[in-house]
């Protein structure tokens, strides 16, 4: 039974019977099944199963993935969000930091963020093995550049959740099984954990190789927010290198999307930009500051499953003026009630209040009805700004002018109200924890909160009634999923 659990989703691969992204935005071809043998016979074919990679049900979307449940187990596991439902369904146990290996967060994250790599590396293959020749071979380098950037985004991805920080030992701690080849079936299970820097070495091979592939825009605004573009991958890479605390790379890779001065723009490729109104990022999903996030409709399929939304997770119920389940409350010790966090900025909008004699806020940044058809932020340019901005801080020890004018990029747009000099940082460890604050206010809800504490091995700060952990407490990073373990004879646990 335990091997069915992993390998079935698998072997259905086989068929290629996937739900594809959003159907208009991305416009699959219907396919209902295609045998294995003619897979990569047509032009089709090929397209739809590559849209598949960004899809639903076995792709990156996937509800327990970026979906939904990877985005918000990076927030409730930090210290802004409190726990209202008890629920280990829906993370009470992530939330507390004491998730155990058949949790339902660790084994669905791990086996549905492992079948959509084996997707992926399952397209790879076949378009080695014909499928160019099929396309031709510049769509086909696109669309294997697609394949890498999306299995790169999944291996950072687990990364944050089941292996020790980067810094951790620069790397040399255990890391994930890097399978790079297809699965087709069952007696494939035996691969040891590669290092954690070998694994980070693999996500920027994958992201450099598909910025290289990828086209620079695409003709509709939708394609520009739901597909990978030269720029998605440089966006991820400055991520995932501020995660190695590379913070040289991080400047070279932004400034090639970053104008050297305000307002701050994309030189070349997607024109990105900030938008004047943050709350617009969140009610029209492709405008140029949306580099890239998950599309949902009310077609069947093509929303995230029960409990996976972040409306459900963040917003109230609707007895309290909201359109989820009002599983996690704000904390009010948290950056709710910092003062840094002015009246008066519009982010403010994103946060609602309930009750009258016990007051609770709770998030409002999705607001969309069941369904629950809000798009999924994965990576927005004002992240990179401020990926940028601390970069910059740190790799010159410096109160560095360009970081100052970054930060106030991202504020100003929200708080007019202040603008900050560099007179107002005594010193470069002064500015850099305005940035983090910054990240704080601006990524609520956006899962960034369990990285940025992870990359600086921080103790995730105590919350409720949960206790804090220091990064050498059990549970600062998630056991591996139970089925890996009985299913893979050379997989070790945390």
């Given at each position: 039974?335990?091997?069915?659990?992993?390998?079935?989703?698998?072997?259905?691969?086989?068929?290629?019977?996937?739900?594809?992204?959003?159907?208009?935005?991305?416009?699959?071809?219907?396919?209902?099944?295609?045998?294995?043998?003619?897979?990569?016979?047509?032009?089709?074919?090929?397209?739809?199963?590559?849209?598949?990679?960004?899809?639903?049900?076995?792709?990156?979307?996937?509800?327990?993935?970026?979906?939904?449940?990877?985005?918000?187990?990076?927030?409730?596991?930090?210290?802004?969000?409190?726990?209202?439902?008890?629920?280990?369904?829906?993370?009470?146990?992530?939330?507390?930091?004491?998730?155990?290996?058949?949790?339902?967060?660790?084994?669905?994250?791990?086996?549905?963020?492992?079948?959509?790599?084996?997707?992926?590396?399952?397209?790879?293959?076949?378009?080695?093995?014909?499928?160019?020749?099929?396309?031709?071979?510049?769509?086909?380098?696109?669309?294997?550049?697609?394949?890498?950037?999306?299995?790169?985004?999944?291996?950072?991805?687990?990364?944050?959740?089941?292996?020790?920080?980067?810094?951790?030992?620069?790397?040399?701690?255990?890391?994930?099984?890097?399978?790079?080849?297809?699965?087709?079936?069952?007696?494939?299970?035996?691969l040891a954990r590669s290092t954690v820097a070998e694994v980070y070495a693999q996500v920027l091979k994958d992201l450099n190789e598909a910025e290289a592939g990828l086209p620079s825009t695409y003709t509709a605004a939708a394609d520009r927010v739901t597909r990978a573009?030269?720029?998605?991958?440089?966006?991820?890479?400055?991520?995932?290198?501020?995660?190695?605390?590379?913070?040289?790379?991080?400047?070279?890779?932004?400034?090639?999307?970053?104008?050297?001065?305000?307002?701050?723009?994309?030189?070349?490729?997607?024109?990105?930009?900030?938008?004047?109104?943050?709350?617009?990022?969140?009610?029209?999903?492709?405008?140029?500051?949306?580099?890239?996030?998950?599309?949902?409709?009310?077609?069947?399929?093509?929303?995230?499953?029960?409990?996976?939304?972040?409306?459900?997770?963040?917003?109230?119920?609707?007895?309290?003026?909201?359109?989820?389940?009002?599983?996690?409350?704000?904390?009010?010790?948290?950056?709710?009630?910092?003062?840094?966090?002015?009246?008066?900025?519009?982010?403010?909008?994103?946060?609602?209040?309930?009750?009258?004699?016990?007051?609770?806020?709770?998030?409002?940044?999705?607001?969309?009805?069941?369904?629950?058809?809000?798009?999924?932020?994965?990576?927005?340019?004002?992240?990179?700004?401020?990926?940028?901005?601390?970069?910059?801080?740190?790799?010159?020890?410096?109160?560095?002018?360009?970081?100052?004018?970054?930060?106030?990029?991202?504020?100003?747009?929200?708080?007019?109200?202040?603008?900050?000099?560099?007179?107002?940082?005594?010193?470069?460890?002064?500015?850099?924890?305005?940035?983090?604050?910054?990240?704080?206010?601006?990524?609520?809800?956006?899962?960034?909160?369990?990285?940025?504490?992870?990359?600086?091995?921080?103790?995730?700060?105590?919350?409720?009634?949960?206790?804090?952990?220091?990064?050498?407490?059990?549970?600062?990073?998630?056991?591996?999923?139970?089925?890996?373990?009985?299913?893979?004879?050379?997989?070790?646990?945390?």
């Open positions: 039974m335990k091997k069915k659990i992993i390998y079935s989703a698998a072997l259905c691969l086989i068929s290629w019977g996937f739900s594809g992204c959003n159907r208009d935005l991305l416009s699959p071809i219907p396919q209902d099944s295609v045998a294995d043998v003619s897979a990569f016979s047509t032009v089709s074919r090929i397209q739809t199963q590559l849209l598949s990679l960004y899809g639903g049900t076995g792709g990156l979307k996937d509800g327990n993935v970026y979906g939904g449940r990877y985005v918000i187990y990076g927030d409730i596991r930090g210290e802004d969000f409190i726990n209202e439902t008890s629920n280990l369904v829906t993370g009470s146990d992530v939330w507390a930091l004491n998730p155990t290996n058949s949790a339902t967060a660790v084994s669905t994250l791990w086996n549905s963020a492992y079948l959509a790599i084996n997707k992926c590396n399952i397209f790879l293959d076949g378009m080695a093995a014909g499928g160019t020749a099929v396309v031709g071979a510049d769509l086909g380098n696109q669309y294997i550049a697609e394949a890498k950037l999306i299995r790169g985004l999944l291996y950072y991805s687990l990364l944050q959740y089941y292996a020790r920080p980067y810094p951790d030992g620069n790397g040399n701690k255990p890391g994930l099984p890097l399978r790079l080849t297809g699965i087709k079936g069952a007696g494939q299970s035996n573009h030269k720029n998605t991958a440089i966006a991820l890479k400055t991520r995932v290198y501020l995660s190695m605390q590379n913070y040289a790379a991080v400047v070279t890779e932004a400034n090639k999307i970053v104008s050297a001065a305000a307002p701050f723009t994309s030189a070349s490729g997607v024109a990105h930009a900030l938008q004047p109104d943050i709350t617009t990022v969140f009610t029209t999903y492709t405008t140029s500051e949306s580099i890239f996030s998950m599309p949902m409709t009310t077609t069947s399929g093509d929303f995230p499953g029960t409990q996976n939304q972040l409306g459900y997770y963040y917003s109230p119920t609707s007895a309290n003026g909201g359109v989820g389940n009002g599983e996690y409350s704000l904390n009010p010790n948290g950056i709710v009630s910092n003062p840094s966090w002015t009246a008066t900025d519009k982010r403010r909008s994103f946060l609602k209040q309930s009750g009258t004699t016990t007051v609770k806020n709770w998030l409002n940044k999705y607001k969309t009805i069941s369904p629950y058809t809000d798009y999924v932020p994965v990576i927005r340019y004002s992240e990179v700004l401020l990926n940028l901005a601390e970069a910059k801080v740190r790799s010159g020890n410096t109160v560095d002018a360009q970081s100052v004018a970054l930060l106030n990029a991202v504020r100003n747009r929200s708080d007019a109200a202040t603008t900050y000099t560099a007179a107002n940082f005594a010193t470069p460890t002064d500015l850099i924890n305005a940035i983090l604050l910054e990240r704080r206010i601006e990524f609520m809800g956006e899962g960034l909160r369990n990285n940025d504490l992870m990359r600086l091995l921080q103790t995730i700060p105590a919350k409720g009634t949960a206790q804090a952990k220091t990064p050498s407490d059990n549970g600062y990073i998630w056991p591996i999923a139970a089925q890996e373990l009985a299913l893979n004879r050379l997989m070790t646990d945390n």
